[in-house]
T-cell receptor, first 115, second 110 residues
Framework: EAQVTQNPRYLITVTGKKLTVTCSQNMNHEYMSWYRQDPGLGLRQIYYSMNVEVTDKGDVPEGYKVSRKEKRNFPLILESPSPNQTSLYFC??????????????FGPGTRLLVL | GQNIDQPTEMTATEGAIVQINCTYQTSGFNGLFWYQQHAGEAPTFLSYNVLDGLEEKGRFSSFLSRSKGYSYLLLKELQMKDSASYLCAVTTDSWGKFQFGAGTQVVVTP
């Protein structure tokens, strides 16, 4: 089944404790992206990657890191989480060649609470 | 700065038509997308416009006017399952860079 998977789905952590949210897609998509969603603010893009080893900042990259060493994986790293990073996080992927067609496919979301 | 505006909430009756407007002011423009998001779920793609005009896809249609910075999503023959949030998104100076509106919550009543 074609899908984008994220782990963990739910996470409670404390300020300053490094964490990684994994994202993996099995559709051989070139493009992957991370978003956070907060009430009243909609989806805001954190980072995106057009292909392996190519990453770019979205609108809210501060406090986050990403890497794209393999096509299928795009982990989101919070080196020192703070309470303002409490949010719902979505990973998404898309084929670049048909960028206008059914873009993007979203993962199920990761709900993060930073105490 | 970048700005994408859409109404916060709309209510309509089952079987009716609802039009969700989206206006945008961005530094560049490559394309406009509409997504549907049910409560507690991930967004799913609905439509894409890159040229002016109307794109029809079954009960859903989307319109774009680039000169006016304006789009709308038209939902026809509303069903209860159409109750969801509808997100307008624009790709701006890079194909990969997305700007989303805050979403319009559509409530369909019997």
């Amino acid at each position: 089944e074609a899908q984008v998977t994220q782990n963990p789905r739910y996470l409670i952590t404390v300020t300053g404790k490094k964490l990684t949210v994994t994202c993996s897609q099995n559709m051989n998509h070139e493009y992957m992206s991370w978003y956070r969603q907060d009430p009243g603010l909609g989806l805001r893009q954190i980072y995106y990657s057009m292909n392996v080893e190519v990453t770019d900042k979205g609108d809210v990259p501060e406090g986050y890191k990403v890497s794209r060493k393999e096509k299928r994986n795009f982990p989101l790293i919070l080196e020192s989480p703070s309470p303002n990073q409490t949010s719902l996080y979505f990973c998404a992927s898309s084929p670049l060649a048909g960028f206008s067609q059914e873009t993007q496919y979203f993962g199920p979301g990761t709900r993060l609470l930073v105490l | 700065g970048q700005n994408i505006d859409q109404p916060t909430e709309m209510t309509a009756t089952e079987g009716a038509i609802v039009q969700i407007n989206c206006t945008y002011q961005t530094s560049g423009f490559n394309g406009l997308f509409w997504y549907q998001q049910h409560a507690g779920e991930a967004p799913t793609f609905l439509s894409y416009n890159v040229l002016d005009g109307l794109e029809e896809k079954g009960r859903f249609s989307s319109f774009l006017s680039r000169s006016k910075g304006y789009s709308y999503l038209l939902l026809k023959e509303l069903q209860m399952k159409d109750s969801a949030s509808y997100l307008c998104a624009v790709t701006t100076d890079s194909w990969g860079k997305f700007q989303f509106g805050a979403g319009t919550q559509v409530v369909v009543t019997p």
